[in-house]
Structures are given as C-alpha cells and as structure tokens.
C-alpha cells in the first residue's frame, strides 16, 4: 500500500472539500453535497447533504425515529437494571466508531495505523473500569507511542514513510476524538451510589439537545450559525436546545439524581455547548473527507460515529460537571 496525499483544503468559495485522487485500491470518497438553506436542523443535528424529497430534516424521519427510540430504550434498560454491561454496550459502540473513522480516513489516503488505533482505543476505554483515570491516561500515552511506532516502519526498514507527521497525528487526534472522551462515560459510570443514574441524565440531555434543535430549526430556523462548516445548522436551532436541555436538566438533576436544580440548569447549559461544538466538528471532518456519512449502519443516521459525535464530549463535561458539584 503506497501513501497519498492529505485531502485538499476545501475550496475558499464553497468549503466544499475536494479531495486528491485516491491510492490505487482506495475507492473514491463521495463528493460533498451542496449546502441547504439554513434552519433544516437545529443545534444538535446531522452535518447537512442532500435532503430527500418532503423532509426539511435532510433525513429518513420514520427511520431515524425508530432506530433513536429503539436504542434510547435499550440504554435505558441496560442502565437500570444491568448498569455494568452498559460498559460493554458502549465498549462495542466505541470500537466501531473508530473503525468507520479510520476507514474514512484510509478512503481519503491518510494512512492511520487500524489494528492498533481500534485495539489500543479499547484499551483506553475499558481500563478506566479497574484502575480509573490513571488506567485511562496509561492506556492513551502508550497506544499513541504503539501507532507512531507502527506508523514509522508499516513498510519495512528499507523505507521511509511519507505523510508521517500528517498521518500520525490524526491517528493521535482519532484517539483522543473516540476512545478517551467515550471513557469518561465508563468514570461517571463507576461513581458510587448513582453512577448509572449519571449517566442516564447525561444521555437524556443530549437527546434533549437534540430534539430541541430539531424542532426550532424545522419550525423557526432562519439565521445561519455557521454556514461554511454545517448550513443547516441555526441560531434559533441553538436556542431550542437551550430550552429543552435546561428543562430537562431541571428534572433530571432533581428527580433522578435528588440534588440542586441549578446544577441541572449548568449541566444543561454546559452540554448544548459541547454537544453542538462536537457536531460542528464532524461536519468539518466530513466536509474535508467530502462524505455525508461516517457509515451506514443506523438507517437514518448514518454510522455510529454519526451517532456519537455530539455525546463525546457531553460525556466528558458531565463527568467533569457532576464529579464537582455533587
């Protein structure tokens, strides 16, 4: 396998990405789709692309419902009756968002180091059940030496890697994006009395997010947030989701977790923030691949990552949030 070169920089007119000629055996990634009016998403929604014909929503509505519903019922199942094995639901849920990512990635010729980065990536995400933040950090440090290491001689000793420093740094950054932030769900997890109960309220504000923006941006969206990264996205989207998840962070904070409604309120406020900055960040990272979809396994949805890329580092600023002020 020969390396290629780094996507181009999108395009200063449209920020349509435009990506190289792939390596020979690399099927061609699919061209960026033209930017919708804004106001068809809210905050916390999908990156933006062509919308199918009667959905402001740019989505399979049915669709996406019933798959959202089915794995929202399935979570909460896991987390009230068998909380420990919500590790491992999630554990798999990591692991394949990583391998959508770098399978992305090696499409668009940036040659990140799979076996490691996917093995390793579990590392970090599961070791943080026995040995904590510590097991966390020890885990990270080491799989990112592991892929420098496998990145510098995957052709040999003979040859010289070209695109090294590109390549090895999104393989870094692809670890810290997936498996670190997902294992601050694992460390809310494992706080004792409530841990599950953190994690659900955590989960229900950004479904909150979520929804809030959706429907504000269907109904209200005019004013574009940030047009040249994600079109759809709205400011009267974003203010839906302020609403919503600080309704939801009242209750929940109050009824499931017994403790101060303003918390609530931060937690809302705090998880909107990150959960719309996440979903700008996949948006450019789908847009410089020239992609609409990290996958296709949720119909509706896309890929898991699709799924995940606003909960990442909702996961992490909960932990951080409740780990505080509880």
Known sequence: MSDGTIVAEKAAAT??????????????????PAPAPAGASGAAGGAGGAEPRGSR???????????GTTLGVLCIAVLLFVPKVFIGVAGVAVGIATWEVAKRLREADVLVPRTPLIVGGQAV??????????????????TALVCMVWRLFDHGLRTAPRNFLRDTAITVFTLAWIPLLASFAVLLLLEEPDGNLRVLTFMILVVCSDVGGYVAGVLFGRHPMVPSISPKKSWEGFCGSLVFAIIGGLLTVTL????????????????VVVATLGDLVESQIKRELGIKDMGTMLPGHGGIMDRLDSMLPSAFVSWLVLSTLL
């Open 125 to 142: 995400f599961w070791l943080g059940w026995p040995f904590g933040p510590g097991g966390v950090t020890g885990a990270f440090a080491a």
């Open 256 to 271: 499931l977790l017994e403790a101060n409604s303003m918390i609530g309120v931060v937690l809302g406020i705090g998880l």
């Open 15 to 32: 920020g349509a990405a435009r990506p190289q000629p792939p390596a020979e055996g690399i099927s061609e990634p699919t061209p960026a």
């Open 57 to 67: 929503a740019g989505r399979n509505l049915p669709a996406a419902l019933a798959v």
